[in-house]
DNA sequence: ATGAAAGCGCTAACAA
DNA sequence: TTGTTAGCGCTTTCAT
């Protein structure tokens, strides 16, 4: 491969001039700048990145931490992943992927040590995210997905569940519903929730107090037999139960699909809400779901935009961003009859 | 950070000898080698990854092309991500994620010019596969998920076609089916076809003339819309057809739906045979799908094996391999009656 | 078994 | 506007 030495040569220049035409932190005659633009096309020259990395001191690799389903990574963090990898493609960055999994915050920092990676970007916070707290200690440059219980001095981007949940029981609660159900997301016995379920727990109990709404509060681990035995002791327990709101995307289809095992007619005699749903899932089930969400991939792209200012600006100001979703109705919620 | 040089000066050895400690690249003596980790310890060294790769000649960087659905990346991707991910970390590698959709092969090849990447895993390869074509003439280190038309020098990892579409002809013609539809998919209007399609059909048609089964071929986008369409289309045109395979994890959800939407039992009336459905998928609908399906993370983490092998004995000899499907018996096939 | 030293190909400060 | 030069922190060859 060619090397800025060559395309010096073949310009007549001086290395470094090559090096000021490419990144432009200095004005250069229009003559040189066409000679060299020449010489490098002609020799298919492309920077060393390495080299790079090691005379500036950054690598210009973001790292996002995935976590994993049972079997891998699930399919709903599949439009965060585009979404980070847009916004870091656009700048010239480049974005490694880690399973939560099979890495841990300390292995994190020690690539961060060696300079593999300029920053991090978390997804599925918890409320007390041990993750964020080793990373942050230690300086790493960070952004959130989601966010931990102390609202902290860190960036993030997350979705706006005091307005979200309040929309999705008046919603409901519109359509005369008196007894509904929240079905959120446990992925361990020992898990202490992430930081989603519990603030849209809180949000859900305090509208559905003002509405006069009964709310019946469950856990269910996101997989399809985990909602359909969810469903089916719920319909046992409470066959008042006339809607339910669904975090997780497997446990929502299992809830549809139960239904349907069960002959109870979705909508008219049941109404389910969605309130976490990739874009691209929503049609999967029949009748469709009705859903209040937000666009992952667009806050996937948000948080990486974040991250790289903040690596570029050396700034400091944490920034919080509150994404409101947005209500489609389609077939799995009615009016109570 | 605490540089090689600082190890050495705490250790009392020369910088090397550090270099050659972590490396086991020379034999070292128990005291020196005891002296050099407890200053590693002390300092919390890590080795700088850049000037690794600058003096060394490779970034241990591997990238992942993966495809873009409609809105991104699809999430039946998520596993060959997670499959790739285990082989290169389990060695010491990083993977890097890019979307073909938003990333050219020129781009990708310039990236292993500049040294960003060492080598690339490619999937959803067509039979005649532009980016191949264009990486290999580069010399750029392949393995693909998946094959091109002609059978090449490449590395691959593939599904046994051949005899995975025997054995789906098979089994529906045992349970009595003899006219049946085979569904695969199509991206777009001027696709020629993924390799996997075309191998499937080529084995099914085959088996369906040997066994005497009536085959009609159909296109669908793999979309929940599309896939609805063509069941409802199929149904209008050939009620006769009494079982479909296949292809595509959108499109397979879609027809059982399609089914369920206008009164044709599952399996009693029908039968759908999933050729193609990630593992975490397999209990969305209802019921579940029986499936004739190999484990995708199996074939991303060989695949990534595959291409690390290469890269550390810098052996020229391509490796194929193909992975057989394994039949599971759920809800969505039975005897005709 | 260990050390010394020549690069690897850049960035950026300094000089002209 | 351009050139010179001192690193960046390693790998690896050559010496000892």
């Known amino acids: 491969m ?123 916070i918890e409320y007390n995210d041990k993750r964020v707290e080793f990373l942050t200690s230690r300086h790493v440059p960070l952004v959130l997905i989601g966010r931990t219980g102390k ?25 005369g519903h008196t007894s509904i159900a929240l079905i959120r997301v446990r992925r361990s016995e020992k898990d202490t929730g992430i930081s989603a379920d519990i603030r849209f727990f809180e949000s859900i109990k305090k509208a559905c107090k003002q509405l006069g709404v009964t709310l019946w509060d469950r856990y269910s681990e996101n997989s399809a037999a985990a909602g359909r035995e969810t469903f089916i002791k719920l319909r046992n327990e409470h066959p008042e139960i006339s809607a339910a709101i669904t975090l997780g995307d497997y446990l929502t289809f299992a809830f549809v699909n139960a239904a349907n095992e069960f002959g109870i007619k979705v ?31 667009e806050l996937g792209y948000n948080a990486g935009k974040i991250l790289l200012d903040r690596l570029e600006n050396e700034s400091e100001e944490s920034v919080h961003q509150l994404w409101r979703g947005e209500l489609v109705e389609r077939g799995t919620t009615a009016k109570k009859i």
Not at 26 to 35: D, L
Not at 44 to 58: E, F, I, Q, T, V
Not at 273 to 288: H, K, M, N, Q, R
């Open 2 to 124: 060619a090397t800025r030495a060559d395309v010096a040569k073949l310009a007549k220049v001086s290395p470094s001039t090559v090096s000021y035409v490419l990144s432009g932190t200095r004005s250069i005659s229009e003559e040189t700048r066409k000679k060299v633009l020449s010489a490098i096309k002609e020799l298919d020259y492309r920077p060393n990145h390495a080299a790079g990395s090691l005379a500036g001191g950054r690598s210009k690799i973001i790292a996002f931490i995935v976590p994993s389903g049972k079997s891998g990574m699930s399919p709903s963090f599949v439009e965060y992943i585009s979404g980070v990898s847009n916004a870091v493609r656009e700048r010239g960055y480049h974005l490694t992927i880690y399973n939560n999994n099979e890495i841990t915050p300390k292995e994190i920092y020690h690539f961060y040590q060696s300079g593999v990676l300029d920053g991090v970007v978390l997804m599925e």
């Open 267 to 297: 909508p008219k005699d049941y109404s389910i809400l969605a309130l976490a749903i990739p874009d691209i899932s929503i049609e999967l089930t029949w009748p469709a779901l009705t859903t209040l969400t937000v666009k992952d991939e």
């Open 151 to 175: 609202d902290d001095k860190l960036s993030f981007v997350d979705r706006d569940f005091e307005t979200d949940g309040e929309a999705a029981v008046n919603y409901l609660s519109k359509l």
